[in-house]
């Protein structure tokens, strides 16, 4: 109620019986209470409405579930009703958020099929119930990491899904209840929205670790309700299948993983468009998969899958990061990736699209040329140094120190690979 006097209620007794404590919460409609019953001698929730919202006293009477509160009793005060629920001894996910709580994967997870427990539940009533405003603030864990989903303000029932007034909370609620519609597939955007929040500064490294977690959050969040979840029973199925990657499997599944990042990061449908990762941070999980004990000791099948993988995750981050700088390191992985593996033609395409892409990039002809060089392709060889050479002259007077260098060092490798007897090749190169 716009305008009212926010009054304190404490010592004040409610229908003679519940003597009002302390003020707990307030939320956008009102007040939260802690009150003691007077003849139980327990801790009762008490809510302050205006009261004209007394429908969601309504609602919340019709509705039992053990992850809701229940509601114990109800009472009107002048411009004011209270609805006495079940208090419930813990905090919100957001306050455990702020204090700097980190959820794991695991509790992520169990979260999310909780809250798929209680929204099935919603969904199967007569008629069915839409929550309306799911996030960290509204669900409740207790110490024994037991979770509650509380305020029903928003909540409406099926044949009221259109409605003018507009409620749920931005960042949560979906593209069509901003404009005034809300359905089941609103419920699991705001579920998507909220894991997603609960993953923290963690989001890139858990979707890494855990792409199907990505994927599902991705779905839920699709602008379109004909494309998220259709239902709770497919959305709970498809969430019970996820388990993070175990140490054996992500030498070969984490560039799936990757791409699945890059692809929730870039599309950005449901999700929030943020900076992508630094490329190097991206790359980290990519390179790392050349030292797991499975490829320096795995088989040769082992490794041609783990090169294949490689190939294929960073040909995903090409597609990404767009800058000159990332696209030549990406590009000199993926030709030095081709070389691991033994596929020469691989290597050598990734070469000429790396002076395709950067013609003045000097470093990329010495790294061909050296690779012409262990192929025994001299004449060819020769020819990448001669186009590198005429390039560098028409630069000469600004870079010809800088290459000299670099063309030492080109030299000094290639002396080693041909052996002294092949010495005379290079000298004629001049």
């Known amino acids: 109620m716009k305008g009212a006097i926010n009054i304190d209620l404490t010592g004040i007794i409610l229908k003679g019986r519940y003597c009002i404590v302390e003020q707990i919460g307030r939320g956008g409609e009102g007040s939260m209470y802690l009150a003691r019953d007077l003849e139980l001698g327990i801790f009762r929730a008490v809510k302050e409405l205006p009261a004209s919202s007394r429908r969601e006293a309504g609602l919340l009477r019709l509705l039992e579930h053990p992850c809701l509160p229940k509601m114990i009793d109800y009472a009107e005060r002048g411009n004011f009703c209270y609805i006495i629920m079940e208090y419930i001894h813990g905090r919100s996910l957001e306050e455990y958020m702020r204090e700097g709580y980190v959820f794991s994967i695991e509790e992520i997870l169990c979260i999310g099929d909780v ?188 490794k041609e899958k783990i090169h294949v993988h490689i190939e294929k995750e960073l040909q995903n981050l090409q597609k990404v990061y767009q800058k000159t700088q990332d696209q030549i390191r990406i590009l000199e992985l993926l030709a030095w990736n081709g070389q691991l593996a033994d596929k020469a033609d691989h290597a050598e395409i990734y070469y000429r699209q790396l002076l395709t892409y950067e013609p003045e990039y000097s470093k990329g002809y010495l790294e061909y040329g050296l690779f012409l060089c262990r192929q025994g392709r001299y004449q060819e060889s020769r020819a990448v140094y001669r186009q590198w050479k005429n390039r560098a002259e028409e630069k000469r007077m600004q870079i010809a120190d800088a290459f000299a260098e670099e063309w030492q060092e080109w030299k000094k490798e290639a002396g080693i690979i041909l052996g002294r007897t092949k010495q005379s090749f290079l000298e004629g190169a001049f």
């Open 115 to 302: 809250t798929l427990q209680v929204l099935e539940y919603f969904h199967s009533r007569k008629p069915a119930v839409f929550y309306g405003d799911l996030k960290p603030a509204n669900i409740m864990m207790t110490d024994q990491k037991r979770l509650y989903l509380v305020d029903f303000g928003s909540a409406v029932f099926s044949y009221s899904a259109s409605y003018k007034e507009t409620k749920g909370t931005r960042g949560y609620a979906a593209p069509e209840q901003l404009q005034g519609k809300i359905s089941a597939a609103s419920d699991f955007y705001a579920l998507g929205k909220t894991m997603e929040v609960l993953c923290g500064k963690k989001k890139f490294r858990y979707f890494l670790k855990c792409p199907a977690l990505g994927k599902f959050i991705f779905r839920c969040c699709r602008t379109e309700p004909e494309k998220r979840w259709q239902g709770t029973a497919e959305a709970r199925n498809e969430l019970c299948k996820i388990h993070p990657l175990n140490l054996r499997l992500k030498a070969v599944l984490f560039p799936l993983a990757v791409a699945l990042v890059v692809f929730v990061a870039v599309l950005g449908s449901g999700l929030d468009r943020e900076k992508l990762p630094e490329l190097s941070q991206m790359l980290t999980p990519v390179t790392e998969q050349y030292f797991t004990m499975e490829y320096q000791t795995g088989s040769a099948i082992w």
